[in-house]
């Protein structure tokens, strides 16, 4: 079973950056698209941004474009999110899924795509 644990969650300063990691024990990271989701208190979980199992392709929501970066490193298991310019909107619970996938290059964008969830790590983003 593939078991994923998100951690760098804080409280931070509006214009502040912050980098949450996802680590992914008992499985091979390069096997595994992944990608990040957020959700606030009395929202939907939406997507934030995801990443291709080769690294080479990656997407994003709109709100995030040209703030936020997904990177992995598969030699360390870990996928990291890169947030930067923060706002209060930002504020949410993130969590980091992964799917097994063939393509190397195919980004998922959608919830039910994925198979595993990590716990979430909160981002807490103040005025």
């Known amino acids: 079973q593939v078991q994923l644990v998100e951690s760098g969650g804080r409280l931070v300063q509006a214009g502040d950056s912050l980098r949450v990691s996802c680590a992914m024990s008992?499985?091979?990271?390069?096997?595994?698209?992944m990608g990040w989701f957020r959700q606030a208190p009395g929202k939907e979980r939406e997507f934030v941004g995801g990443?291709?199992?080769?690294?080479?392709?990656?997407d994003y929501r709109d709100s995030v474009k040209g703030r936020f970066t997904v990177s992995r490193d598969n030699a360390k298991n870990t996928v990291y999110l890169q947030m930067n310019s923060l706002i209060p909107e930002d504020t949410a619970t993130y969590y980091c899924?992964?799917?097994?996938?063939?393509?190397?290059?195919?980004?998922?964008?959608?919830?039910?795509?994925?198979?595993?969830w990590g716990q979430g790590t909160q981002v807490t983003v103040s005025s």
């Open positions: 899924a992964a799917v097994d996938m063939i393509s190397i290059s195919y980004v998922a964008r959608q919830r039910r795509d994925y198979k595993y």
């Open positions: 990443i291709s199992r080769s690294g080479g392709s990656s």
């Open positions: 008992r499985r091979t990271l390069s096997n595994y698209a």
